[in-house]
């Protein structure tokens, strides 16, 4: 059975149900309201000819009857009844539709009436089963001399019920109509709603949904007109690192950062680089607001994390190769140089040449020995280095005791990892923010439970008034270099990277002015007991340096 057919059944059961009970009901109290006009009629009947002073009056003739029989007629005719017997004391008739019944006595009890009291009830008497109302006839003095019975058979007042049944049940039957009608407009709008999709299908299709949801890797956020979050899919939920309980059914703005409620409102066609915790996302959205209208959107979500780093990488890896070509140009000139002195022989002033020149070739960062243990960093530096002089600056290291061996410990990965990212967006930063001719000092520190990390330069340095926004997502001094591409190389991650992985380490994070003129970043990580942890052995025999 379809869809529609079940829905159509289902309805027009419920509406004949309403209107058969319906009219069950009415019939009853329309059954009362004639019952209860012919018992008003009777009584009033009753009354009136109790209380005629010819009926009284001719209680005391010789033949009661020749009196009062024809007046009983004539009120029995005029008010639509079937009997008016009127009797004396004893229950003998005085009148009665059938004048052969007159003088004698009454088929049913006439003691009630007779004890001054009125009786209404359903009795069966010469004529059939008749409701009626009986009341004592008085004399002047007040005396019970005889009584009165107004009645009208059942089967009239069944008849009369009949015969007007049709002005309910007419009605009835048309609300049933229109009910049935009404129930088949409704199944048409529903299925217009569901597209006129059956049980099977929409089971099927959320299934789908649920199954395709669930399987991308790209974060899916969905939001209502109002706001409030109503799908989340899994790769959101990891990429945000939350659970569902913490975001279906709750306001957007309460639960997700900042920079992901701007996009989901604005919205972001082309998206957008964001942080979510310690993780780079690409965020984009189809915008809460349409035609001046609030409505309901969208936010993707895409891991970005590692082709950011990547892409850092191979900024990297380009810069090497630049200077490493510049520098084989170099050599080649100087290769000429020597090579055409020696063809003059000029033997000394090639030797002089040589000796000018130094040992040259070698790619090298001043005051490497401190990081000699570290080289993820050492490789870092000696990139960043490399593109430093390639844009005119230069990159040194602030002598001091070398990093600890334990530094290469598995114990000390998580900090390892956190150091690279910490410099390395750092010199980012500086190399950024720097022009040709300036320096930028990097210091390393090893205290009792903590690493001290500085990174100086001698440009044009911060406002006080910035020193903290710098550290907000999206802020930054620098215009983006590459209009067609503003995901990927959108600024202000950098610094607010660096401030999130310090904190998540425990650690703090300050800007202020350089002794060197500039900018000076200081980072503290705390690293507790993770030397003696790493190399109980070294950690004992570790001088403690300060700066």
Known sequence: ???????????????????????????????????????????????????????????????????IQPIAEVIREASNVTYVVVTDADGIRYSHPNPDLIGEPV????????????????ETGTLGESWR???????????????????????S??????????????????????????????????????????????????????????????????????????????AALDLLGLDDDALTGRQADDVLDPSLVGVLQRG??????????????????????????TVGATLLV????????????????????????AQAHEFANKLHVISGLLELGLVDDARAFVERTGTGGALRVPGEDVIREFPELAALLLVKASHARELGMSVSIRP???????????????????????VGNLLDNALEACAS???????????????????????????????????????????????????????GIGLALVRRTVLRAGGSIAVGRSKLGGAAFTVVLPIGDLARAASPDAASDQPVVSS
């Open 133 to 155: 109302a009986k009341v004592p006839v008085r004399d002047e003095a007040g005396a019970v001399i005889g009584t009165v019975s107004v009645g009208i058979l059942e089967s």
């Open 268 to 293: 972001e066609p082309g998206g957008q680089l964001v942080l979510a915790g310690e993780r780079i996302l690409v965020a984009r959205s189809t915008g809460t607001q349409l035609n001046g209208t």
């Open 437 to 491: 001719g300036n320096h930028i000092e990097l210091g390393f520190v090893i205290e009792p439970g903590l690493i001290r990390v500085t990174v100086d330069d001698d440009g044009t340095g911060i406002e006080p008034d910035q020193y903290e926004r710098v550290f907000e997502e999206g802020v930054s001094s620098k215009a983006v270099t590459d209009a067609a591409s503003p995901a990927l190389r959108r600024r």
């Open 1 to 67: 059975m379809t869809l529609r057919v079940q829905l159509l059944l289902l309805q027009a059961i419920i509406v004949c149900a309403v209107v058969l009970v319906t009219g069950v009901v009415a019939a009853g109290l329309f059954e009362r309201q004639v019952r209860d006009a012919y018992l008003d009629r009777m009584i009033g009947v009753a009354q009136s000819v109790a209380k005629l002073p010819a009926i009284r009056d001719a209680y005391d003739d010789a033949d009661p009857s020749s009196v």
């Open 107 to 122: 088929s049913t009890d006439p003691s009630v009436p007779l004890s001054g009291k009125m009786f209404v009830g359903t």
């Open 302 to 325: 895409r891991d970005h994390t590692e082709l950011h780093q990547l892409l850092r990488e191979m900024d990297g890896a380009q810069s090497l190769t630049n200077g490493l070509r």
């Open 157 to 234: 007042l069944r008849e009369d019920f009949l015969g007007n049944l049709w002005a309910l049940v007419l009605p009835l039957a048309g609300a049933a109509v229109v009910g049935i009608f009404g129930a088949a407009w409704v199944t048409a709008i529903i299925r217009r709603r569901i597209y006129r999709l059956e049980p099977k299908e929409i089971a099927s299709l959320v299934g789908s949904r649920e199954t395709m949801l669930h399987g991308l890797s790209e974060g899916i956020i969905s939001v209502d007109e109002g706001g409030m979050i109503v799908l989340v899919n899994d």
């Open 400 to 422: 001091s005791a070398p990093l600890p061996a334990w530094i290469r410990s598995d114990a000390a990965l998580t900090v390892r990892g956190d150091l690279v990212t910490i």
